[in-house]
């Protein structure tokens, strides 16, 4: 099925504006006002504005944009502090050979804001 087709669909079916950005090696489905957490941004304080530049769809609910491969708009957050992920517990054990290892792990994320598409 074609990519494209599948966005008209989205197009048609939500009211509320939105963007798709792509930040961290990830993408991101974004709308005015939600609170995401993505990779680790670099050298921000709490209150600062982050400008994504890397804008794969905008969508006004009425109208799709697609970029190819960006649509060289903006979205701009605000940068909200550094957080902690879930703690992931690692086992590593070897039968036989009185062999285990335990590790934790507390993946370290960016909290931002949208303000405006």
Known sequence: ???TTTLFIMATETTAP????ATGGKQYVVRVGDVLKV???GEYNAGDKVEFDQVLMTDDGSKAKLGTPTTGGKVTATYLGEKKGKKLTIIRYKAK?????RLGHRQHYAEIKIEKI
Do not use: A, K, Q
Request: aromatic share 6%.
């Open 39 to 41: 990779e680790l941004l």
């Open 97 to 101: 050979s009185n062999r285990d290892r």
């Open 1 to 3: 099925m074609p990519t």
């Open 18 to 21: 939105f963007s798709v950005i």
